[in-house]
């Protein structure tokens, strides 16, 4: 038997990155792509070596010799090889570089262990951009390479076929326009969408994504009103159109210009450009900043040019200089660190005596970057840039890109930043080709065009009646957050179940929960025990026809957060076994108040019908792995990795990655594994692999001391840990350390009492709380429990709890005081878009925003009533843990695992349209082949009605209408099937 062997591939091609591009020979194996660099000091074109022989040069004598000990320094550091393994591929794109079709993308899922991991925030580390040369030849050569790289990638991978790329961007814009114009994706999600489909990449500044001027009010004092129009940008003009002298000036130079070799245009430079755009506003962010100094021969440009004020350069862009029409970068509205000089570079002084430093804010951000970035981003996100999004866009990637629209628009640029304006390849001058490369590279380049007609519109807010995000569901985008339904706090008795543990008592709370599938819930108990559950929601028959007096129609406001109507049916399933489903370890002893340390995968393995398990293995560093069936309570498979930590493991965390987390790639899931002996591990779960029996990462920093808590995001590339004394940050690509951070000082300094801090003998102490609770946000946040103590000599005056929120970049933005009845906090867990975080605690889980504006400002609460109606006390109930499903995207059902055992699901907005699409077909089917079976067989199939949720035994009623009964829970349980 002889095996398919794909032949190997090789090629030279240019490794483009934004700090410098190198020269490279590409091989790919059957498994691997290889970068092997030709140039020795990683140089390319000369650019970069002109530079430094010239600041050589510049150098006193004693100074060269320094100077050629760093330069042999960072010689010998680069990297003459890198090799990715291309079953991590996630996304292959075709690019353009230079205005030609030779180039190629290629991005790969977070790995946990690539030798070329990065240590930014953001994918750009976790990305190949390569060109393969000028002409038909590099077209030629780019065409084989994304063949060959593409049938060696997984079948997941989003792949840009040659021979089928038309087709492909067709397909993929009909996709994610239609999920924006559903209101599916926002709107920052879907010009990112766009600029990438079009070619612009981060790793080539020259093709630096765009974005759009929105708010135009930048000097109130006051954040602007977000539903007033006024306080916007016309964003059906062009930038270089708002002012109209200036568009006077520039139509009137258009129909003025004659030139036989260049046709006539209304802008010299352009919206989007590297030196004028991107080294312009990132000039305080690395490489950027080196980047700003070589263009500048080793220096930063005179200070009155250099971005200093976010109002100084909206002038600029609307004023009466034609030079003058930016746009933004995407850090405006993600990434408030490009606004603070926290590099502390020397940027200079301007005429007016002024010292440049950090970008000077609008009036209404506070001096606080965090702030005008999230307004920034509200503006975007709001209805009336909505309803204009698609004129920029007509624009920028659409018809009015280019032709006599384009015209009709005021929207023509000089010719050479248009794709197909010239063949660089046959010029034969090498000066003049060479100089035409130069103006492509650095004076603009318009994007691909995706439109050619006009953009639709988003559909109204109001007009959506499907599942909703976790944010629209708690009104977090409405500014005014008044008279709004809380979904939680205000919900009728009948949108919550509450499944209490079997006699006799008592139980050991649920300390670990997961949805999964459409009807399943797995929980695991303070003693490693599994239990089961299964639900489903009995929607009420709605009478389409049925009016009220009057001839009114009796249908719900869309807007009503209560308009679905109906019931829970839930049970916990009481499984055949032979032995008790459990953890192998548990933390049973006297002295031992610990709980059992376990994480549950959001990801189904073995063909999407098993759940991962991980949890303490032996109490002595082991890890212990196992795939749980939820839907017949059985442990599929049991793995313990002896001694991966030399002691307990005190906290684990895990999170999709690939097609688990809704992009291209293999999926799977990253879980980050904290011990007691201060350090961290991190293991990577493939779906269609083997299991690991060892970490691909292991990462210190706490100084031997007990990590308490962990968390990774796999969307920001990071994961974290904490201590009593540390909050470090790791990149999830090589495991370094990215930041480390300290308690805030004095965040609960009020609550105690200002008054005792005059006591000199009265000292005041904060440290991370000894809690597993703990999280990152997407949006750029950790969100941490703080304990702070008064302390005097060896007294404990007072002692507090709060929760603490803190950016990437270490900035303390606000805290929340604990209630002292409610505990330690057992969890924090963030919503998937990042905007709130529950709070898991006693009495409850309450809500609060995560904001720079409003910082943990209450939003909802989901508080355990007082008695259950039997008279059983549930004031002292604590949540352990909350999940929401059975989507984590747009859920419609909450479920909360409680400390005496019981488990609480409550329904969310849209269960009832979920409930009935997803099971129209199921019940259908199960209804109909249950009655034409015999009495005998009805009896056995019962249970086989997924739409029900349960067997219905004992009722006393006909098996046909019994299915179609809407059956209330008793007691938290219902019949056995025997």
Same mark, same amino acid.
């Given at each position: 038997?002889?095996?398919?062997? +794909?032949?190997?591939?090789?090629?030279?091609?240019?490794?483009?990155?934004?700090?410098?591009?190198?020269?490279?020979?590409?091989?790919?194996?059957?498994?691997?792509?290889?970068?092997?660099?030709?140039?020795?000091?990683?140089?390319?074109?000369?650019?970069?070596?002109?530079?430094?022989?010239?600041?050589?040069?510049?150098?006193?004598?004693?100074?060269?010799?320094?100077?050629?000990?760093?330069?042999?320094?960072?010689?010998?550091?680069?990297?003459?090889?890198?090799?990715?393994?291309?079953?991590?591929?996630?996304?292959?794109?075709?690019?353009?570089?230079?205005?030609?079709?030779?180039?190629?993308?290629?991005?790969?899922?977070?790995?946990?262990?690539?030798?070329?991991?990065?240590?930014?925030?953001?994918?750009?580390?976790?990305?190949?951009?390569?060109?393969?040369?000028?002409?038909?030849?590099?077209?030629?050569?780019?065409?084989?390479?994304?063949?060959?790289?593409?049938?060696?990638?997984?079948?997941?991978?989003?792949?840009?076929?040659?021979?089928?790329?038309?087709?492909?961007?067709?397909?993929?814009?009909?996709?994610?326009?239609?999920?924006?114009?559903?209101?599916?994706?926002?709107?920052?999600?879907?010009?990112?969408?766009? &600029?990438?489909?079009?070619?612009?990449?981060?790793?080539?500044?020259?093709?630096?994504?765009?974005?759009?001027?929105?708010?135009?009010?930048? +000097?109130?004092?006051?954040?602007?009103?977000?539903?007033?129009?006024?306080?916007?940008?016309?964003?059906?003009?062009?930038?270089?159109?708002?002012?109209?002298?200036?568009?006077?000036?520039?139509?009137?130079?258009?129909?003025?210009?004659?030139?036989?070799?260049?046709?006539?245009?209304?802008?010299?430079?352009?919206?989007?450009?590297?030196?004028?755009?991107?080294?312009?506003?990132?000039?305080?962010?690395?490489?950027?900043?080196?980047?700003?100094?070589?263009?500048?021969?080793?220096?930063?440009?005179?200070?009155?040019?250099?971005?200093?004020?976010?109002?100084?350069?909206?002038?600029?862009?609307?004023?009466?200089?034609?030079?003058?029409?930016?746009?933004?970068?995407?850090?405006?509205?993600?990434?408030?660190?490009?606004?603070?000089?926290?590099?502390?570079?020397?940027?200079?002084?301007?005429?007016?005596?002024?010292?440049?430093?950090?970008?000077?804010?609008?009036?209404?951000?506070?001096?606080?970057?965090?702030?005008?970035?999230?307004?920034?981003?509200?503006?975007?996100?709001?209805?009336?840039?909505?309803?204009?999004?698609?004129?920029?866009?007509?624009?920028?990637?659409?018809?009015?890109?280019?032709?006599?629209?384009?015209?009709?628009?005021?929207?023509?640029?000089?010719?050479?930043?248009?794709?197909?304006?010239?063949?660089?390849?046959? +010029?034969?001058?090498?000066?003049?080709?060479?100089?035409?490369?130069?103006?492509?590279?650095?004076?603009?380049?318009?994007?691909?065009?995706?439109?050619?007609?006009?953009?639709?519109?988003?559909?109204?807010?109001?007009?959506?009646?499907?599942?909703?995000?976790?944010?629209?569901?708690?009104?977090?985008?409405?500014?005014?957050?008044? &008279?709004?339904?809380?979904?939680?706090?205000?919900?009728?008795?009948?949108?919550?179940?509450?499944?209490?543990?079997?006699?006799?008592?008592?139980?050991?709370?649920?300390?670990?929960?997961?949805?999964?599938?459409?009807?399943?819930?797995?929980?695991?108990?303070?003693?490693?025990?599994?239990?089961?559950?299964?639900?489903?929601?009995?929607?009420?028959?709605?009478?389409?026809?049925?009016?009220?007096?009057?001839?009114?129609?009796?249908?719900?406001?869309?807007?009503?957060?209560?308009?679905?109507?109906?019931?829970?049916?839930?049970?916990?399933?009481?499984?055949?076994?032979?032995?008790?489903?459990?953890?192998?370890?548990?933390?049973?002893?006297?002295?031992?108040?610990?709980?059992?340390?376990?994480?549950?995968?959001?990801?189904?393995?073995?063909?999407?019908?098993?759940?991962?398990?991980?949890?303490?293995?032996?109490?002595?560093?082991?890890?212990?792995?196992?795939?749980?069936?939820?839907?017949?309570?059985?442990?599929?498979?049991?793995?313990?990795?002896?001694?991966?930590?030399?002691?307990?493991?005190?906290?684990?965390?895990?999170?999709?990655?690939?097609?688990?987390?809704?992009?291209?790639?293999?999926?799977?899931?990253?879980?980050?594994?904290?011990?007691?002996?201060?350090?961290?591990?991190?293991?990577?779960?493939?779906?269609?692999?083997?299991?690991?029996?060892?970490?691909?990462?292991?990462?210190?920093?706490?100084?031997?001391?007990?990590?308490?808590?962990?968390?990774?995001?796999?969307?920001?590339? +990071?994961?974290?840990?904490?201590?009593?004394?540390?909050?470090?940050?790791?990149?999830?690509?090589?495991?370094?350390?990215?930041?480390?951070?300290?308690?805030?000082?004095?965040?609960?300094?009020?609550?105690?009492?200002? &008054?005792?801090?005059?006591?000199?003998?009265?000292?005041?102490?904060?440290?991370?709380?000894?809690?597993?609770?703990?999280?990152?946000?997407?949006?750029?946040?950790?969100?941490?429990?703080?304990?702070?103590?008064?302390?005097?000599?060896?007294?404990?005056?007072?002692?507090?709890?709060?929760?603490?929120?803190?950016?990437?970049?270490?900035?303390?933005?606000?805290?929340?005081?604990?209630?002292?009845?409610?505990?330690?906090?057992?969890?924090?867990?963030?919503?998937?878009?990042?905007?709130?975080?529950?709070?898991?605690?006693?009495?409850?889980?309450?809500?609060?925003?995560?904001?720079?504006?409003?910082?943990?400002?209450?939003?909802?609460?989901?508080?355990?009533?007082?008695?259950?109606?039997?008279?059983?006390?549930?004031?002292?109930?604590?949540?352990?843990?909350?999940?929401?499903?059975?989507?984590?995207?747009?859920?419609?059902?909450?479920?909360?695992?409680?400390?005496?055992?019981?488990?609480?699901?409550?329904?969310?907005?849209?269960?009832?349209?979920?409930?009935?699409? &997803?099971?129209?077909?199921?019940?259908?089917?199960?209804?109909?082949?249950?009655?034409?079976?015999?009495?005998?067989?009805?009896?056995?199939?019962?249970?086989?009605?997924?739409?029900?949720?349960?067997?219905?035994?004992?009722?006393?009623?006909?098996?046909?209408?019994?299915?179609?009964?809407?059956?209330?829970?008793?007691?938290?349980?219902?019949?056995?099937?025997?």
């Amino acid at each position: 038997m002889h095996l398919c062997r +794909i032949p190997g591939y090789c090629s030279s091609c240019l490794l483009v990155k934004p700090d410098c591009s190198r020269k490279c020979i590409v091989m790919l194996t059957e498994s691997h792509l290889i970068l092997e660099f030709e140039d020795g000091d990683g140089l390319d074109e000369g650019d970069n070596a002109s530079h430094q022989k010239k600041l050589r040069d510049s150098l006193h004598d004693d100074e060269v010799q320094d100077f050629d000990q760093k330069m042999l320094t960072n010689k010998a550091m680069r990297p003459k090889a890198i090799r990715w393994n291309i079953s991590e591929a996630s996304h292959i794109y075709l690019r353009r570089y230079r205005l030609r079709d030779s180039a190629l993308e290629l991005f790969f899922i977070p790995s946990a262990g690539s030798q070329s991991g990065g240590t930014a925030f953001f994918a750009g580390s976790r990305s190949l951009f390569l060109d393969f040369g000028c002409g038909t030849f590099g077209n030629t050569r780019r065409d084989d390479a994304a063949n060959a790289l593409m049938r060696r990638a997984p079948m997941q991978t989003v792949k840009q076929w040659p021979d089928r790329s038309g087709q492909f961007l067709h397909d993929e814009l009909k996709k994610i326009t239609k999920a924006w114009s559903q209101g599916a994706i926002s709107n920052f999600d879907y010009l990112s969408s766009l &600029n990438c489909l079009s070619g612009r990449s981060y790793n080539d500044i020259c093709q630096y994504p765009v974005f759009p001027w929105t708010l135009s009010n930048f +000097i109130s004092d006051n954040i602007p009103d977000l539903t007033d129009k006024d306080n916007y940008r016309d964003l059906s003009k062009p930038i270089g159109a708002l002012n109209e002298e200036r568009l006077a000036e520039v139509i009137e130079r258009f129909e003025t210009f004659d030139d036989p070799s260049i046709p006539p245009f209304m802008y010299g430079s352009h919206y989007s450009t590297s030196a004028g755009v991107v080294l312009h506003f990132l000039l305080r962010l690395h490489p950027y900043s080196s980047l700003h100094r070589q263009l500048q021969s080793g220096h930063f440009d005179v200070a009155d040019r250099l971005f200093s004020s976010i109002q100084r350069s909206w002038e600029m862009c609307t004023g009466r200089s034609a030079a003058e029409v930016k746009e933004l970068t995407p850090e405006f509205y993600c990434n408030p660190a490009f606004l603070r000089n926290k590099n502390e570079l020397k940027l200079g002084t301007m005429q007016e005596g002024e010292v440049v430093n950090d970008v000077a804010l609008p009036p209404w951000a506070n001096e606080s970057p965090e702030k005008f970035v999230e307004v920034m981003r509200m503006a975007l996100e709001s209805d009336i840039v909505s309803d204009m999004l698609p004129s920029w866009i007509d624009l920028i990637f659409g018809y009015k890109q280019q032709g006599k629209h384009a015209i009709e628009a005021h929207n023509v640029f000089f010719y050479l930043t248009y794709y197909g304006s010239v063949d660089v390849a046959s +010029i034969e001058d090498e000066g003049l080709r060479k100089a035409t490369e130069c103006q492509i590279a650095h004076f603009g380049q318009c994007p691909m065009q995706l439109f050619y007609r006009p953009h639709t519109k988003k559909r109204d807010r109001s007009k959506f009646h499907g599942r909703q995000t976790l944010s629209e569901t708690l009104s977090l985008y409405d500014s005014s957050q008044s &008279n709004k339904d809380l979904p939680f706090m205000g919900s009728p008795m009948s949108y919550w179940v509450h499944l209490a543990a079997p006699p006799p008592g008592p139980h050991a709370p649920l300390v670990s929960i997961r949805l999964t599938l459409s009807d399943r819930c797995l929980a695991v108990d303070s003693k490693g025990v599994f239990h089961f559950f299964r639900w489903a929601w009995k929607a009420e028959a709605v009478d389409e026809d049925s009016e009220e007096e009057g001839g009114e129609s009796k249908e719900t406001p869309p807007h009503d957060a209560y308009r679905d109507k109906g019931c829970f049916v839930a049970q916990r399933e009481l499984m055949s076994f032979r032995t008790i489903p459990c953890l192998p370890y548990t933390p049973i002893s006297s002295n031992d108040a610990r709980h059992a340390t376990i994480c549950m995968s959001k990801t189904l393995f073995s063909n999407r019908t098993l759940l991962l398990v991980l949890s303490d293995g032996d109490g002595k560093g082991s890890l212990a792995m196992q795939l749980v069936d939820p839907v017949k309570g059985a442990i599929k498979g049991e793995v313990i990795v002896p001694s991966a930590h030399s002691d307990y493991v005190s906290s684990i965390d895990m999170d999709p990655i690939g097609t688990a987390a809704g992009q291209g790639g293999v999926g799977g899931e990253l879980a980050v594994v904290g011990s007691a002996d201060g350090s961290m591990t991190m293991w990577r779960f493939i779906s269609s692999h083997y299991w690991p029996l060892r970490p691909r990462l292991r990462m210190t920093g706490h100084s031997g001391s007990k990590v308490h808590g962990v968390a990774i995001s796999s969307a920001l590339g +990071i994961c974290a840990s904490i201590s009593s004394q540390k909050c470090c940050l790791f990149d999830v690509g090589n495991g370094a350390m990215i930041r480390a951070m300290s308690p805030p000082a004095a965040a609960c300094r009020d609550h105690l009492g200002s &008054n005792l801090f005059d006591d000199d003998e009265t000292a005041q102490v904060t440290t991370f709380a000894n809690t597993s609770a703990f999280c990152l946000s997407v949006l750029g946040y950790v969100v941490v429990v703080c304990s702070t103590k008064l302390i005097r000599g060896d007294e404990t005056l007072d002692e507090v709890f709060s929760i603490e929120l803190i950016t990437l970049e270490g900035i303390h933005v606000g805290s929340k005081l604990l209630e002292p009845d409610r505990g330690i906090p057992n969890k924090l867990f963030s919503s998937v878009d990042g905007r709130a975080v529950f709070v898991c605690a006693g009495q409850g889980a309450s809500v609060c925003l995560i904001s720079s504006v409003r910082p943990l400002s209450f939003v909802d609460e989901w508080r355990l009533t007082e008695d259950d109606g039997d008279g059983n006390t549930l004031a002292q109930q604590a949540i352990h843990d909350i999940d929401f499903g059975p989507t984590i995207s747009r859920p419609v059902v909450a479920a909360a695992g409680c400390s005496d055992g019981s488990l609480r699901m409550h329904a969310l907005p849209g269960i009832s349209k979920w409930s009935n699409e &997803n099971q129209r077909n199921i019940v259908t089917s199960a209804v109909g082949s249950v009655l034409a079976l015999p009495a005998q067989t009805v009896k056995n199939a019962i249970g086989g009605v997924a739409g029900f949720g349960s067997r219905f035994v004992g009722l006393g009623k006909e098996i046909g209408k019994e299915a179609f009964t809407v059956v209330k829970e008793r007691e938290g349980f219902f019949g056995r099937k025997r």
